[in-house]
């Protein structure tokens, strides 16, 4: 069956006949479309049978940000963390939930097999044996022979269904792809989280010792008269609030844990965390590449382009069930008596069966109807998914853009807060002010600082989310080796 395709906009439904028009909707009306016709055979012979990548009018002309080196295929390396690489290839391997997707392709491969079976004849072998009495004698029946079955592909029906399945299992595929990408995303993602809560237990244990030693000083000079007992209290209550911080901080990597460890498909007990408190530093930005590349990369618009010209094909087979079905049939077949004789004689016979739909109750035109608005919903979803990669791309550089000056806002508060409570500090010691001073320049340090590192985690996440937008599908090491 011969389509041709054509371009449309990204924010425009493609209308009857701009996307693909089959040549067994023309035919239904040929005796009164003469012109109609030959103009689209026309246009079939110019494009061929092969569908071209709509090219959306609305993508943009570049990034509003570039780096000058393209992420790797792997882009996780590019942080140059053995921990990390060491989890996400063993997450790849063994994560249940991608495991689970894997399956979810074979069953599609499997249905494209399927359907591709009806463009060839089925054969089938028969034997069967039979006795009889009659009462005087008995008689054995014997018989054997081939049965051949062929749906002759008159107006491209199921050429139309095993194209539009191969187009289905090729989308699944994407779809691994993508799950693959997102896996790798949320193992990086929970491991710098995990990183940064070591770090902020690390500090936490740090600031905790500051906290006691400052408490020896007060309660020595509350010993002399030289401090009142509220300040006394008040650096308790801070010493109490920094071991509960402790607690929380303990709490969360236990958690974090437990989540790599599903993520690496164990259980929580077996799991084996590798150890680390430093996150890596971020490594420079990638470039970002053109916009239109980004379509044909990313592996969820493919998924939803193939998606539509799966629904486009349905369609094609949908408008051609309407038309009569040419059915050849044949038979090979020997009978006898005895088992010896039973290949001896052979008969046989060839039939073509031609089946008209006349009244149906409208159910194959409202078929095709539905399948004209599958159509357009997978052409919608295709565009949005289309917008949403623009989106997040965008959405990655101006947040990694923005955690760098806040990150740099943060370490100029960290250098005035450490000046702050140091001339605090000193003037409290020679009575100039009081304590509750002292407290809160020292609580806004050590604030500061938990805050620093958690801003690096986020500037980390960015950078992951980035990698995620950019990146196209990979080959795993399970689609190499075709495991299961």
């Known amino acids: 069956m011969l389509t041709y395709h054509v371009l449309y906009p990204v924010n425009q439904e493609p209308q009857p006949g701009t996307m693909s028009v089959a040549i067994p909707d023309i035919l239904s009306r040929r005796f009164a479309h003469g012109a109609t016709l030959a103009l689209a055979l026309a246009l079939a012979a110019c494009a061929g049978q092969q569908a071209q990548t709509p090219s959306p009018s609305a993508v943009p002309e570049e990034f509003s940000r570039s780096g000058d080196i393209p992420a790797p295929e792997r882009w996780w390396t590019a942080f140059a963390d053995p921990a990390l690489d060491t989890l996400v290839d063993?997450?790849?391997?063994?994560?249940?939930?991608?495991?689970?997707?894997?399956?979810?392709?074979?069953?599609?491969?499997?249905?494209?097999?399927?359907?591709?079976?009806?463009?060839f004849p089925a054969v089938n072998a028969t034997a069967g044996a039979a006795r009889s009495e009659t009462g005087v004698e008995t008689v054995d029946a014997f018989s054997g022979g081939l049965r051949v079955s062929y749906e002759v592909d008159l107006w491209g029906r199921i050429r139309a269904q095993a194209d539009a399945e191969s187009l289905r299992a090729q989308a699944t595929e994407a779809d691994y792809r993508a799950a693959s990408l997102a896996l790798a995303g949320e193992l990086a993602q929970t491991w710098f989280?995990?990183?940064?809560?070591?770090?902020?237990?690390?500090?936490?244990?740090?600031?905790?010792?500051?906290?006691?030693?400052?408490?020896?000083?007060?309660?020595?000079?509350?010993?002399?008269?030289?401090?009142?007992?509220?300040?006394?209290?008040?650096?308790?209550?801070?010493?109490?609030?920094?071991?509960?911080?402790?607690?929380?901080?303990?709490?969360?990597?236990?958690?974090?844990?437990?989540?790599?460890?599903?993520?690496?498909?164990?259980?929580?007990?077996q799991a084996r965390i590798p150890a680390g408190t430093a996150p890596p530093s971020p490594p420079p930005l990638p470039a970002t590449g053109v916009p239109a590349e980004l379509v044909q990369r990313r592996p969820d618009i493919q998924s939803a382009h193939l998606q539509l010209r799966a629904a486009d094909a349905d369609l094609a087979a949908a408008i051609s069930a309407r038309f009569p079905r040419l059915t050849l049939s044949g038979a090979y077949t020997s009978a006898a008596e005895e088992a010896d004789a039973l290949f001896d004689e052979w008969l046989g016979n060839l039939a073509g069966n031609l089946v008209l739909p006349l009244i149906d109750g409208g159910q194959r035109r409202a078929e095709v109807e539905r399948n004209r608005a599958l159509r357009a919903e997978r052409f919608y979803q295709y565009s949005q998914a289309t917008l949403v990669a623009f989106r997040e791309v965008e959405d990655a550089l101006v947040q990694e853009q923005q955690q760098r000056q806040r990150i740099q806002s943060l370490q100029q508060q960290i250098e005035l807060a450490d000046s702050t409570y140091k001339q605090l500090r000193m003037q409290y010691l020679n009575g100039a002010v009081s304590y509750i001073e002292v407290l809160n320049a020292l609580q806004d340090r050590q604030r500061l600082r938990r805050t620093l590192i958690t801003a690096r985690r986020q500037l980390l996440d960015a950078r992951v989310d980035l990698y995620r937008a950019l990146a196209g599908g990979f080959v795993t090491e399970r689609e190499e080796a075709g495991d299961t």
């Open 193 to 269: 989280a995990l990183l940064e809560q070591r770090a902020q237990r690390q500090l936490g244990q740090a600031q905790l010792q500051t906290n006691e030693d400052v408490l020896a000083v007060i309660e020595a000079r509350f010993a002399r008269g030289l401090s009142g007992s509220a300040d006394v209290l008040r650096q308790r209550q801070l010493v109490v609030a920094s071991r509960e911080e402790l607690l929380v901080v303990t709490a969360r990597i236990e958690v974090l844990e437990h989540q790599l460890a599903l993520l690496l498909g164990e259980a929580p007990i």
């Open 90 to 119: 063993t997450a790849l391997a063994a994560n249940l939930d991608l495991r689970a997707t894997y399956e979810r392709l074979r069953q599609a491969r499997a249905l494209e097999d399927r359907a591709a079976a009806g463009l």
